[in-house]
C-alpha cells in the first residue's frame, strides 16, 4: 500500500461530546454516523488513491514487470487447484516454512503474516496500546506508523530528521529517554526518503529502547541490507518485510520475524484466517521462483542508478532543485513548484507522488517510482520539459 498523507489524522474542530450522542438517543431519533463514529475518526479523510486510468503509473513503488508468461500459466493451474471452498490452513505452516527457508529468517526465528504489512502495523499498534502508551517514529517517514498507532488509541511522538534525512541520533536518544515508547519503527530504507540511516544509530536507538523496535525493510530487494541476520541479537527487534515491491503487491502479504514471546501476543489480535487461499497459493508458488523476482529486483537496481545518474545531470545544477540519494526502488526530488511539476507530469501521461505537503523537510518534493527502461526515459523527459 502506498501512503497517503491525506489519511492523517487532522486535528479539527467540530469535536462531538458523549451528551449530543446521549441527547440523540433520549430523544429517540435514530443514530447517524456523526452521532455514533469517534471524533477524531469523523475528522479524518478516507485513504485516497488517484486514478491511474491511462498513465505510466510511478507512484507506488510498483515493481513494473509481471511474472514471465510459463509461470503465469503454471500459476493459474495451481490457482484452479485451491479450495476455495474452505478456510485457508489456520497455521500457515507450509507458508511460513516457505517464507523462513527462502527469505533469511535466522534459524530458531517465526514469521506472523499479515494481509499486506499494513495489516502487521495495525496488530502490532493494536497490541501495544496500553493506556498512556507511546509510539515513536522519525518523520518523515511511512504514514501508516503514525495513523495506526493514534487509532489504536497510543501517542505518537515524531522525531525530524536532520535536513539531509539522517536519523538524528541524539534526539532520538533523548525522545527514547523522555517518552519511553513501546514501539519505535524504523524504515530501513525509510520511504520517502529512499535512504538507509546509519547502522551504528539504529544499533544506539535498539540499545536504548525499554520497548519493541521495528525495523520495517519493505524496501531489502533494492538496498540488500537487512537486520534480519542480527534477531538473535536483540531480544527487542522484530523486522517487518513485505512481499509488495519485490513484484506481488497485489497479493497483500506481509511478513513480522521477531522473538517467540512478541509473535504469541501479537498472535492473539490477528484476525482469523487474515491471510487467503490464493494469496497462500501463489505467494509458495512464487517464492518457488524467486529468482525471477530476484532478477527483475536487479533490473530495477540497475536502472535505479542510471535514473540517479540522469536526474542528478538534469536537476543538480538548476536553482531550488535537488536529488536524493536513494537504497529503495524510487528516488526522491526535490523542484521549485512541485504541485505544478506534477500537474506537468499528469499532462505528459504520468503519475507520480507529489510529497511536498507532507512534512516540512520534504517541501516541494516528488517522489519517483523506477520504472522501466521506457518509463524512466520518459519520466526524465517529461521532467526536462516541464523545468
Ligand atoms: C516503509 C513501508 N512499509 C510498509 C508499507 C506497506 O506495504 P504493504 O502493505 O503493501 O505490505 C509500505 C508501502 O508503501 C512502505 O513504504
Request: include cysteine; charged fraction near 20%.
Amino acid at each position: 500500500m502506498d501512503q497517503q498523507p491525506e489519511r492523517r489524522t487532522e486535528q479539527r474542530t467540530g469535536r462531538r461530546t458523549d451528551a449530543a450522542t446521549s441527547g440523540a438517543a433520549g430523544s429517540g431519533r435514530a443514530l447517524s454516523p456523526a452521532d455514533l463514529i469517534r471524533s477524531d475518526i469523523l475528522a479524518m479523510s478516507a485513504y485516497h488513491v488517484p486514478s491511474s486510468a491511462g498513465l505510466v503509473k510511478l507512484d507506488a513503488m510498483e515493481n513494473p514487470y509481471p511474472l514471465p508468461e510459463p509461470l503465469r500459466a503454471e500459476l493459474g493451474r495451481r490457482l484452479a487447484q485451491a479450495e476455495l471452498n474452505r478456510y485457508p490452513q489456520p497455521d500457515y505452516g507450509a507458508l511460513k516454512a516457505a517464507i523462513r527457508a527462502r527469505l533469511g529468517v535466522p534459524d530458531g526465528f517465526d514469521v506472523l503474516l499479515g494481509n499486506g504489512s499494513d495489516e502487521l502495523i495495525t496488530m502490532l499498534s493494536v497490541a501495544t496500546a496500553r493506556p498512556g502508551a507511546v509510539v515513536l517514529a522519525p518523520l518523515p517517514a511511512f504514514v501508516m506508523y503514525e495513523v495506526s498507532a493514534r487509532l489504536a488509541g497510543s501517542r505518537f511522538v515524531g522525531v525530524p530528521l536532520t535536513a539531509d534525512f539522517k536519523l538524528d541520533a541524539a534526539a532520538t536518544l533523548a525522545a527514547i529517554a523522555e517518552h519511553r515508547p513501546a514501539v519505535v519503527w524504523l524504515a530501513y530504507p525509510n520511504n520517502p526518503t529512499g535512504n538507509c540511516f546509519d547502522e551504528a544509530a539504529i544499533e544506539a536507538v535498539l540499545r536504548a529502547a525499554p520497548g519493541l523496535v521495528v525495523i520495517d525493510e519493505a524496501y531489502q530487494p533494492f538496498a540488500q541490507r537487512s537486520w534480519m541476520p542480527r534477531l538473535p541479537e536483540f531480544p527487542n527487534l522484530a523486522v517487518l518485510r513485505t512481499v509488495s515491491k519485490l513484484g506481488l503487491a497485489g497479493l497483500r502479504l506481509g511478513y513480522l520475524a521477531a522473538a517467540e514471546p512478541w509473535l504469541a501476543q501479537l498472535d492473539k489480535v490477528r484476525p482469523p484466517y487474515n491471510v487467503n487461499v490464493l494469496t497462500d497459493v501463489a505467494a509458495r508458488f512464487a517464492l518457488d521462483h524467486l529468482d525471477v523476482l530476484d532478477v527483475q529486483a536487479a533490473r530495477l537496481r540497475a536502472d535505479r542508478d542510471a535514473l540517479l545518474t540522469q536526474l542528478s545531470a538534469l536537476l543538480a545544477a538548476r536553482p531550488g532543485c535537488a536529488v536524493f540519494p536513494s537504497q529503495a526502488n524510487f528516488v526522491l526530488i526535490r523542484v521549485p513548484d512541485s504541485a505544478a511539476t506534477l500537474q506537468n507530469l499528469l499532462a505528459a501521461g504520468l503519475l507520480v507522488k507529489d510529497v511536498g505537503r507532507m512534512h516540512v523537510l520534504l517541501r516541494n518534493c516528488l517522489r519517483l517510482t523506477v520504472g522501466t527502461p521506457d518509463e524512466n526515459r520518459q519520466l526524465v523527459d517529461a521532467l526536462r520539459a516541464s523545468l
